[in-house]
């Protein structure tokens, strides 16, 4: 039967951290800082904070509403709910292929920072000069035989895991990694508060500042929202069609973005310190965690492990989102095409070693320093990979799943949904709220991204 051959959580904890450890990814730890810097930090962090608990959140819950009602991956859903010809079935169509697309780049970016955990390991980023730094790191970046190899092996863990199924795979994974993330972060947290520069680092953080502050600022952190909470591609609702009925998604959903929140904010508070300590630029753009951060912890005692720490972090982080998304395609040839895992998985991951190929060899020079080259309309595969999920697949996908959750279910169904196992759900008005929220804003937030999308606003 369908739902014995699909797989279950064993238990809700599991559910939290395997979506956590989704969300939780080089959003977090890579992008995040650097948005942050790159926007002045303050009002920037506050704008995010919004975006995550009107748009992000309620897509989350509407995402992990659709995956448990239906017991199906993307595609699946919507072809149950709506119908074998109904076109509601392109948004799952659009989700499986934008896990394709974001992990075949994800997945090298990723490599570079195994080939770092590596190159620390060694001792070989001892140098505290930043020259030194920005050519290692286009050595690493910029090899694009280098590069492939490990978006090979990276791939080759998320494929060994994967493989083993939700509760012994996935789950094991996340019990085991995500508990080590924080307490990574923890350690590195206590480091960087005994810095120097930990009081500029933290006001820089949380501190009132509009400077580089403008209309795209906001449409940055909305579309930012989506990419780091994971939905927008069904990976939350794959990840909820192996929930029971009873549990409760307002609860999970709500840990899960606080989870989330917390170490992006975390990423920030270790990250600035450091950045103002060493008197390096805030604003350093993409290469932030691969040039800045192993400069400073070069200048430590003990920057061996320090470094060796971070970057394995970094790997963790990366190889918990990794497996969500190569679950989503997978799940796709397990239940609707009823392969076996042990094929869907592997077949799934040669696919996108494939499709990341020319990522791996043309990341984008201008995000990633000189000497790789642009090979399509003027962007890096890379970048257009990039550019073409996060600034339209994610949203479109996400506008499909949560106009349909909220316009095509019907109460009571939906809301017996949204409160079922759940003391949170169950808050007067909470429901009510959550439905204005996903008919009207969210809606318009994504319109804006797409408006934005297509330079709408210059
Ligand atoms: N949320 C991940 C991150 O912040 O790195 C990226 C991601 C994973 C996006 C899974 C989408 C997804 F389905």
Redesign the pocket.
């Known amino acids: 039967m369908a739902q014995e051959r699909r797989g279950e959580w064993g238990s809700r904890l599991g559910f939290i951290l395997a979506a956590a450890g989704?969300?939780?990814?080089?959003?977090?730890v890579w992008k995040f800082p650097y948005i942050t810097g790159e926007n002045g930090g303050g009002l920037f962090v506050i704008i995010y904070l919004i975006c995550i608990a009107f748009v992000g959140l309620p897509i989350m819950i509407g995402e992990v509403m659709l995956g448990r009602m239906t017991q199906r991956a993307p595609v699946g859903a919507f072809t149950k709910l709506a119908g074998e010809t109904s076109p509601w079935r392109g948004v799952g169509w659009i989700g499986v292929a934008a896990?394709f697309v974001?992990l075949s780049y994800?997945s090298v970016v990723a490599g570079w920072a195994l080939d770092y955990t590596l190159i620390a390991a060694r001792g070989e980023m001892s140098s505290g000069d930043p020259a030194a730094m920005a050519e290692r790191f286009g050595e690493v970046a910029g090899d694009g035989l280098g590069a492939t190899l490990w978006h090979v092996a990276f791939m080759g863990l998320s494929v060994a895991i994967v493989i083993g199924g939700v509760q012994k795979g996935v789950e094991i994974a996340a019990r085991v990694l995500m508990p080590l993330l924080f307490a990574m972060f923890v350690a590195l947290l206590i480091y960087a508060t005994r810095l120097e520069g930990f009081s500029r680092g933290f006001e820089f953080v949380f501190g009132f500042h509009t400077d580089k502050l403008g209309p795209g600022s906001v449409l940055e952190a909305l579309g930012h929202s989506f990419?780091?909470?994971?939905v927008g591609?069904g990976?939350m609702l794959t990840y909820g069609s192996y929930l029971k009925r009873d549990d409760d998604i307002v609860g999970a959903s709500v840990a899960i973005a606080l989870l989330d929140t917390a170490v992006a904010l975390l990423a920030c508070l270790v990250l600035f310190p450091i950045t103002f300590t060493y008197g390096m630029e805030p604003a350093a753009g993409p290469s932030l965690v691969f040039t800045n951060i192993p400069m400073a912890f070069a200048q430590l005692p003990g920057s061996t492990i320090w470094a060796v720490t971070f970057f394995l972090l970094l790997v963790f982080a990366a190889l918990t989102?990794a497996i969500?998304?190569l679950e989503?395609t997978a799940s796709y040839f397990i239940d609707e095409r009823g392969w076996s895992r042990s094929v869907a998985v592997p077949v799934c991951g040669a696919a996108i070693v494939l499709l990341g190929i020319p990522s791996a060899l043309t990341a984008s020079s201008e995000t990633f320093g000189a000497g790789m080259e642009a090979s399509f309309i003027g962007m890096s595969w890379f970048d257009l990979f990039d550019y073409v999920s996060s600034n339209w697949m994610l949203p479109l996908c996400g506008l499909g799943i949560s106009v349909f959750a909220a316009w095509r279910l019907g109460d009571p169904e939906r809301r017996a949904q949204f409160e079922a196992g759940s003391k949170l759900g169950r808050i007067a008005g909470l429901y009510l709220t959550w439905l204005g929220v996903l008919r009207w804003l969210v809606p318009v937030g994504i319109g804006l991204i797409m408006l934005h999308a297509l330079g709408v606003f210059g």
């Not at 989704?22 to 977090?28: D, E, M, T």
């Not at 990419?227 to 994971?230: E, M, V, W």
Request: aromatic share 10%; hydrophobic share 50%; no cysteine.
């Open positions: 989704s969300a939780v990814g080089l959003g977090n896990g974001i994800y990419f780091t909470l994971s591609m990976a989102s969500s998304l989503v």
